[in-house]
């Protein structure tokens, strides 16, 4: 007990000790398990300015990721009770439903590739309007709460590509839309891979496609 109090207390100053850093001399984010630690230890309203100082390499990505011709993959790479981080994996045109994030917030950095995002409302009849479109480049961060609508992503890039997606608090399950029945359903949401780099235990899941 006395060393796991003694670990706990390392983790933290190692943690204030990354915050100062990137405080006080604008030092970026190297590796995932830095992202991880500060994350553990900042509010959600610093989520964005974290995202945006990260200088990780595409290695760091790639040691996590796994790829499917039929579906993009969501690969956790950590959960806890306070926020979920998923590497999601594109083949070349492929796309999400569109969907909500189960009253949680969402932040998505764009790790490889390019991509074009659609923000939807639904009108008074019950159809869905396009409100709002963007095409994100790697680097910039995007970001996503229910009370500002639905939306979908596409992987634009003739290639493969990579965007990282953290959730505040994890997504058990959200509303994705039926194209072909014009309604949304209650999705559970599962992992194509898990792959514990911090202090969280993580159970592994089964695979889901939204669309």
Known sequence: MKNRGISSKLIQKTSKNLLESIKNTQKPLE?????????????????????????LPIAEFKK????????????????????????????KEQVTAIHDHGGEECWVYFVEGEFREHVYTENEKG????????????????????????HNLENLSNKRSMSLHLYAK???????????????????LTYDSVQEIHQSPIKNKKKICLN
């Open 31 to 55: 590796t995932l398990s830095e992202l991880i630690q500060v994350l553990d230890e900042v509010e959600r309203t610093k989520y964005t300015t974290i995202l945006k100082s990260m200088k």
């Open 64 to 91: 996590h990721a796994t790829w499917s011709e039929t579906c993009y993959t969501r690969n956790c790479i950590e959960e806890n009770e306070n926020f979920e981080l998923i590497l999601i994996c594109w083949e």
């Open 127 to 150: 159809k869905l309007d396009i409100i709002k479109t963007t095409e994100a480049k790697p680097g910039v961060v995007s970001y996503m709460i229910d009370f500002m609508g639905y």
């Open 170 to 188: 994890p997504i058990k399950n959200c509303n994705v839309y039926d194209s072909k029945n014009n309604e949304f359903t209650r999705k559970e």
